[in-house]
């Protein structure tokens, strides 16, 4: 009981630092579309690259989000691992709860996993898009 209990606060830490990241995404897409609506035809170059940036900032949100439900899902499973493991103790079947506790356990780091990957791609895409942000700087 105490791997999964100890994956259920690294996952949580993991969804804090990813909800940080969706709520910057979000607040970055919102000042662009006012700052794209305030230059009506001033500077073609900025509105450019203003609209360059904005399908990558939806993409990365997406991507966020993907990570975010991945996560959760993972605590849902080591819930339910720790779950089947206190049946266990409580009912002693073996062999039975022991696969599907063992099981419960490998969808979650499964689940931990492929949020992983999608955190890398959105760090990825962030770097695009910062690249976009300042090549008339450098």
């Known amino acids: 009981m105490l791997a999964p209990g100890i994956m259920i606060s690294a996952c949580g830490l993991l ?26 035809n001033e500077n073609i170059e900025r509105q450019e690259s203003i609209l360059k940036q904005l399908p990558l900032l939806i993409r ?9 439900w991945l996560y959760t899902i993972a605590i849902a499973f080591f819930i339910f691992s720790i779950l089947s493991i206190g049946i266990f103790l409580l ?12 099981g419960l356990f490998i969808l979650a780091l499964i689940s931990l996993l492929i949020g992983v990957i999608h955190a890398a791609k959105e760090v990825r895409l962030g770097y695009d898009i910062l690249s976009i942000e300042t090549k008339n700087i450098l």
Do not use: C, D, P
Request: charge should be positive; proline fraction near 0%.
């Open 91 to 102: 009912i002693h079947l073996t062999s039975i709860m022991n696969y599907i506790s063992f």
């Open 60 to 68: 990365r949100m997406r991507i966020i989000r993907n990570a975010v």
């Open 15 to 40: 969804l804090l630092g990813m909800n940080n990241k969706y709520s910057l995404v979000v607040n970055r897409i919102r000042a662009l579309n006012i700052e794209f609506r305030g230059l009506q």
